[in-house]
């Protein structure tokens, strides 16, 4: 079964400093991996994918991540981070049983905290 | 291009009752699906839609069903509602080809409490 994993219930973080997000994933194939933030009271927003390519992917808001398949391991980085940037981030796999589907298994997300 | 537009944005129900929600896609989507995100067991996949039929469905009782209509607009309806069933219901809409292909896009949701 597929599954992904965020070990990090909560990252803090001084605004200026960069920020990783950590994401590892387990999947039987090649994945399709996704980040999404989540603001309050909000629904997910779409930060980047990697599906395949090259292993550094550039998405929104200055966000990027590093796919790195021998760790099964898909970060979000960021290199100087905002308060702005304070929000609950999710890291989901497409569901590869489901050809075409739209389904996708998120991890439990992680709440960063970004301080001034 | 406006977004995915979920409707209500809350809802009170009591115990037994039913609720439907709605959900219309960004323009030219045709595949709907639907996530409850609870705290304890996050966001889990609920079903997908695609030309009006049901392609995916998630581990989730009868009692959770949907449909979709001729111009894409989805529906989720939870009948016997439980207290369980409270949550924030989320709609992504997506489409199967093109650079966007494999991208869900999400509403705001539906924050459903169940009294």
């Known amino acids: 079964a597929q599954s992904v994993a965020q070990p990090e219930d909560q990252v803090n973080v001084a605004e200026g400093n960069p920020l990783t997000v950590k994401c590892t994933y387990s999947?039987?194939?090649?994945?399709?991996l996704f980040w999404y933030v989540q603001y309050p009271n909000r629904g997910l927003q779409f930060l980047l994918k990697?599906?395949?390519?090259?292993?550094l992917v550039k998405g929104s808001y200055g966000f990027e991540a590093e796919f790195n398949k021998s760790q099964t391991s898909f970060h979000l980085k960021k290199p100087s981070a905002l308060v702005s940037d304070s929000a609950l981030y999710f890291c989901?796999?497409?569901?590869?049983?489901?050809?075409?589907?739209?389904?996708?298994?998120f991890g439990q997300g992680t709440e960063l905290s970004v301080k001034p | 291009k406006a977004g995915v537009t979920q409707t209500p944005r809350y809802l009170i129900k009591t115990r037994g009752q039913q609720v439907t929600l709605s959900c219309s896609p960004i323009?030219?989507?045709?595949?709907v699906s639907w996530y409850q995100q609870t705290p304890g067991q996050g966001l889990q996949f609920l079903f997908e839609?695609?030309?009006?039929?049901?392609?995916n469905k998630g581990n989730f009782p009868g009692r959770f069903s949907g449909r979709q209509f001729s111009n894409s607009r989805s529906e989720m309806n939870v009948s016997t509602l439980e207290l369980g069933d409270s949550a924030l219901y989320l709609c992504?809409?997506?489409?199967?080809?093109?650079?966007?292909?494999?991208?869900?896009?999400f509403g705001a949701g539906t924050r459903l409490s169940v009294l």
């Open positions: 992504a809409s997506s489409i199967r080809q093109g650079l966007a292909k494999n991208i869900q896009y």
């Open positions: 839609y695609f030309s009006e039929t049901q392609r």
């Open positions: 323009s030219g989507h045709r595949s």
């Open positions: 999947v039987s194939g090649n994945p399709y």
């Open positions: 989901a796999v497409r569901d590869l049983f489901y050809n075409q589907g739209g389904k996708l298994i």
């Open positions: 990697y599906i395949t390519g090259d292993n």
